[in-house]
């Protein structure tokens, strides 16, 4: 079985559930598994998913990324309603205002790098509470769990010096998935299921690309650059190690 499969978990209301444990380090061992999850938005949990989040995996921290609006929308998560703290920190902006022109940049790598231009506080913050010592067991999700959420796992893995191909194969690794939302999604709706996928699909060098962009503006002494960003941007010395602590661990 291969390490993308192991790392899946298999529930009955979600498919883009997935530990980010097992993945390779710069400087030798990997992350740890059961400690930090990504998924897609937790609406279609059923009471089997909660048990399983809740009393098998130990959840105690989610972070819920989407807007004030699609939160409102979709209403209270059943895991939050089953006592699990929920933290809401939108990597969008509230107003609605428009990300200005791409200019020739690639549509993923411009509203990547626009989630930390725009809401850095929220990034810095939702970091700050996966690297407290005693967070618990954590997931992090959005609607797909692969754009906001897959922005954040690739700053939280590059920052606690995951190899920079497996945190940009991490976040390829929810197009796997796609099709399973989006006829989970169009099945309760009732909307017919979109002609082409494609353009839903995560592109490996669009987050390559977010990274180079970090390197290049925040890198130092070959580390990667979301670490510089992070701390740049708030986060303390001592969250660092912290996150890298709970993160990793050696061979």
Not at 23 to 48: D, I, K, M, Q, Y
Not at 88 to 116: M, Q, S
Not at 127 to 147: E, S, T
Not at 195 to 211: G, K, S
Request: glycine share 10%.
């Amino acid at each position: 079985m291969s390490a993308s499969v192991e790392r899946w978990l298999t529930l009955e209301g979600l498919s883009n559930v997935r530990d980010v444990g097992g993945l390779p380090l710069r400087g030798g061992g990997t992350t740890r598994g059961g400690v930090l999850l990504r998924s897609e938005s937790l609406h279609f949990c059923t009471p089997g998913d909660v048990e399983h989040l809740v009393d098998v995996f130990g959840l105690k921290l989610v972070l819920d990324l989407r807007t004030r609006r699609e939160i409102e929308r979709d209403g209270p998560t059943a895991v939050a309603r089953a006592g699990v703290e929920t933290v809401a920190l939108t990597f969008i902006p509230e107003d609605g205002r428009e990300l200005p022109e791409t200019d020739g940049v690639d549509p993923l790598v411009h509203i990547y790098l626009g989630y930390l231009r725009n809401r850095p506080d929220n990034v810095v913050a939702a970091v700050r509470r996966l690297a407290a010592v005693d967070a618990g067991p954590a997931l992090v999700h959005c609607a797909a769990g692969k754009d906001r959420t897959g922005t954040l796992v690739a700053l939280v893995l590059d920052a606690v010096g995951v190899e920079r191909d497996a945190v940009v194969a991490d976040y390829a690794l929810s197009g796997e998935q796609i099709e399973a939302m989006f006829r989970r999604w169009t099945t309760a709706s009732g909307e017919p299921m979109p002609a082409d996928l494609t353009p839903h699909i995560p592109r490996a060098a669009a987050m390559a690309e977010v990274l180079a962009t970090l390197d290049a503006e925040h890198g130092t002494d070959g580390a990667g650059g979301a670490a510089g960003w992070l701390l740049a941007h708030g986060l303390d010395e001592a969250d660092l190690e912290h996150l890298r602590k709970r993160l990793t661990e050696s061979s």
